[in-house]
């Protein structure tokens, strides 16, 4: 038996081992949240950074590596990229875009938000694979809401708890649409093939659909769910005045009198992943259950995670 054969099994193993706990061990990691606007933010204690792509048309790019697996592995930094739409890029983004060397873009976009929002602009040659992940028609709710420009009607679809609502239901659906796990597996897989370069994931706001993609594959890498839970959460920081001049633009312009109704849509909430994981625990027993029974991801795929993205 070679020894690439033998380094593979013991990926297997230790990938195996790992999530057949369920809750993965979690270690005293940074807990300072990245500051907007200012590139790569510093954690504490084992100086794990979050890697913000700065861009002028994008607020929530990042390079998901760099992040310590609780096997005393570290994600590979310039292979996977999280971000949010890529509409709005500017020439210089592109060019910045370019040097990220990918082969290819995700779009977990519905084509009602391609439709409003513009498709991806992207370096030459490299197009976007659309890869709709279902948002249960919170785009078009929004577009509707906003449109009526009526505070009564506002209110009756998004006040008083509604918005929440809508979100929790929505992460749940991560889990138990077939659907939306076959577009999340298929991700997975593409990012476990060893033949495949760097690769960009992406939705509207680069926060629900692609942070739960995010979190299933930091999970899946051996990153404590801490870790992998403050990665989910600092779309908060990084949008946060991007979406507050949205809000006072619509207010500015009329179009809604109470904007803030839409801060539980515009943020990412704790409670909203509780709602998925406790889906898949429901559903499948755990985290590795959701892998392999609801994503259909085999051993040697999850092996292959570990040893093409951690180092």
């Known amino acids: 038996m070679s020894r690439v054969r033998i380094r593979r099994g013991a990926a297997a193993a230790v990938a195996a081992l790992a999530l057949a706990l369920a809750t993965l061990p979690t270690a005293a990691h940074a807990a300072a949240a990245p500051g907007a606007g200012a590139g790569a933010r510093h954690h504490h204690q084992q100086a794990e950074t979050i890697r913000q792509i700065v861009l002028q048309g994008a607020v929530n790019v990042r390079d998901l590596g760099g992040y310590r697996t609780w096997t005393g592995g ?9 971000s949010d739409a890529l509409s709005k890029l500017t020439d210089t983004d592109v060019s910045t875009v370019s040097g990220l060397g990918l082969t290819k873009v995700v779009d977990f976009r519905i ?14 040659g490299l197009s976007p694979t659309a890869r709709p992940v279902s948002d249960l028609g919170l785009y078009g709710t929004l577009v509707a809401a906003i449109g009526s420009g009526d505070p009564v009607t506002q209110e009756q679809m998004l006040g008083g708890g509604r918005a929440e609502a809508y979100m929790r239901d929505i992460y749940r659906t991560f889990v138990t649409s077939p659907g939306n796990r076959a577009q999340f597996a298929a991700t997975l897989r593409e990012l476990a093939d060893g033949r495949q370069g760097p690769v960009l994931y992406h939705c509207t706001s680069g926060k629900d ?3 739960w993609m995010s979190y299933v594959l930091l999970r899946a890498l051996a990153v404590p769910e801490d870790t992998a839970e403050r990665d989910y959460l600092a779309s908060n920081t990084f949008r946060a005045v991007y979406d507050a001049k949205v ?13 803030d109704l839409l801060i539980p849509l515009q943020e990412v909430r704790q409670d909203y992943l509780a709602s998925a994981t406790a889906q898949l625990e429901a559903d499948y027993g ?16 999850l092996a292959q995670l570990q040893t093409r993205l951690v180092r």
Do not use: C, H, I, W
């Open 74 to 82: 570290q994600v590979r930094q310039g292979l996977v990229y999280r």
């Open 111 to 124: 084509p009602m938000e391609v439709q409003y929002d513009g498709a991806d602009r992207l370096p030459a």
């Open 209 to 211: 659909r692609t942070g």
């Open 247 to 259: 809000r006072a633009g619509l207010k500015q312009s009329g179009r809604m009198q109470n904007p």
């Open 286 to 301: 755990g985290f590795y259950g959701y892998l392999t029974q609801g994503l259909g991801l085999d051993l040697r795929t």
